[in-house]
C-alpha cells in the first residue's frame, strides 16, 4: 500500500467518525463512500442496493472465484465523550464500534485493487449499512440485484481492543454468537389497588417468566448447547399508588453458539411466555427484534485467513471459545462458505461501544492487506 493511500484513508475514516449515521439512516455516509469509489478506486462496476448498500466490483482477466469483503459503516447512539478534531459533530451519535474504520480499510483496499488490478477471478467489497440492529445484511442478501452477484467465498473483520495491535485472532466453527431479542407484552386489566381481586395484575405472571427463561440457561461457554437469556428492559403499570398494573412488558436478548440451538430456544422461550401468561388470564404478544446468525466460519476460508496472517508475519492467536456479541455477517455465513476474524486494536485500548472509544488507525494498513493476501490465497 503507498502512503497516499493509507492517508487517504485515514482522511476518509476521520471525515466518516466525525459525521457519523445511525443505522438505517447512513444517507450521507453513503453518498461520500459512492463518491470517493467513483472518483479514486477504479472499479469495474458499483451496484447500489436499497437502503444504502454499496458494492464495488473488480473483474481479473482469467476466471476463477467471487469472493466479497465486507465492511460495515453505521454508528451508534452513544454521546462522544473524546475531544479531538474529529468528534462526532452530532449530539449522542457517534461511531463506538469502529464502523468508520472498517469502511476507511474497504475503501484501502477497493484503491489497491484499482492500482494494483487483479488477474484472476472477481472481488467484491461490500460497504454494508446498518449492522448493528441486523438490518444491513438481511437487506443486502434480499435485494434482488444481490442475485447477481452470488459469491463463492465471504470474508470480514472486526477490530478487537484488549487484543495485540495488528494481531491476527480467529476461530474455526462459530466465531460470534446467534443472537435475538424478544418482546413479551402481557395484556390484562387494571382494577383500584386496594381491590387488585377485581383487575388482572401481571407482575407474578412477569417474575415467573424471567425465572423460567433464566433456569433454562446453558451459561457453559465450552458447552456446544451453550445459551444464554438476558433480561434486557421491564415495564409495568403507571406511577399511580391507586391503581394496580393491568399491563406489562418484558424484553430478553437470547444468545447461543449454535443457529439451531437458539431456534430451538426462541420457541421453548415463546411458549412458556404464552402459557404463564394465560395461566394467569393475560392476553400475550410476542414479537422478535435484532436478530443475528451465529458466524460460521468455513475451514477452507478461514485457512486462508490463518495463512495471510503467516504470509505477513503477524502475531496470530487463536480463540478457545467464540465472542458472545451478535455480528449480522453470519446471515452471509449460513448461506455462502465464508469467515469472519478480528484484528487487534490494541491491549490498552478503550472497549467497543464505550464512549471514549475511537478507531486505531494504525491497523489500516495491516488489515488492508491481510484482507488482499485472502483474496490471493482463496484464488489458488
Not at 126 to 151: C, M, S, T, Y
Request: hydrophobic share 35%; charged share 25%; with cysteine.
Amino acid at each position: 500500500m503507498t502512503n497516499q493511500i493509507l492517508d487517504d484513508a485515514i482522511a476518509l475514516r476521520k471525515h466518516l467518525h466525525k459525521h457519523p449515521e445511525l443505522s438505517c439512516e447512513e444517507k450521507e455516509t453513503s453518498k461520500t463512500l459512492k463518491e470517493k469509489l467513483n472518483k479514486d478506486c477504479n472499479p469495474d462496476q458499483i451496484v447500489e442496493f436499497d437502503h444504502f448498500g454499496i458494492a464495488a466490483i473488480y473483474n481479473g482477466k482469467e476466471s476463477g472465484k467471487s469472493i466479497m469483503i465486507r465492511g460495515d459503516f453505521d454508528a451508534l447512539p452513544i454521546e462522544e465523550i473524546n475531544d479531538f478534531d474529529h468528534k462526532s459533530i452530532y449530539s449522542g451519535i457517534s461511531h463506538k464500534c469502529g464502523h468508520d474504520g472498517h469502511a476507511a480499510i474497504l475503501y484501502a483496499l477497493a484503491r489497491t485493487l484499482g492500482e494494483t488490478p487483479i488477474t484472476k477471478g472477481q472481488v467484491v467489497l461490500l460497504f454494508q449499512p446498518a449492522e448493528e440492529n441486523g438490518e444491513g445484511a438481511k437487506g443486502v442478501i434480499n435485494d434482488p440485484k444481490f442475485k447477481d452477484i452470488q459469491p463463492d467465498h465471504v470474508v470480514a473483520l472486526h477490530n478487537l481492543p484488549a487484543y495485540p495491535t495488528n494481531a491476527i485472532v480467529w476461530k474455526e466453527g462459530t466465531f460470534t454468537a446467534a443472537a435475538n431479542s424478544i418482546i413479551i407484552k402481557l395484556h390484562g386489566k387494571t382494577s383500584h389497588a386496594a381491590e387488585p381481586e377485581k383487575g388482572c395484575n401481571p407482575a407474578l405472571a412477569m417474575a415467573e417468566i424471567t425465572q423460567a427463561f433464566l433456569d433454562r440457561n446453558v451459561p457453559d461457554l465450552n458447552d456446544a448447547k451453550f445459551r444464554i437469556a438476558t433480561p434486557i428492559y421491564t415495564t409495568m403499570g403507571e406511577l399511580s399508588y391507586g391503581v394496580s398494573a393491568g399491563y406489562g412488558e418484558l424484553h430478553f436478548t437470547l444468545r447461543a453458539w449454535q443457529n439451531e440451538v437458539i431456534r430451538s430456544f426462541e420457541k421453548e422461550c415463546e411458549k412458556l411466555a404464552e402459557e404463564i401468561g394465560e395461566r394467569h388470564g393475560l392476553k400475550v404478544k410476542v414479537s422478535w427484534t435484532e436478530s443475528f446468525f451465529a458466524n460460521q466460519n468455513d475451514v477452507k476460508v478461514i485457512s486462508a485467513v490463518k495463512k495471510a496472517a503467516d504470509d505477513l508475519a503477524l502475531e496470530s492467536i487463536e480463540r478457545d471459545t467464540p465472542f458472545k456479541w451478535g455480528e449480522d455477517f453470519g446471515i452471509f455465513t449460513e448461506k455462502f462458505p465464508g469467515a469472519m476474524f478480528g484484528i487487534g486494536a490494541g491491549e490498552n485500548w478503550p472497549s467497543l461501544h464505550n464512549p471514549d472509544y475511537d478507531f486505531p488507525d494504525e491497523i489500516i494498513e495491516t488489515a488492508t492487506n491481510v484482507f488482499y493476501q485472502v483474496i490471493s490465497n482463496l484464488q489458488r
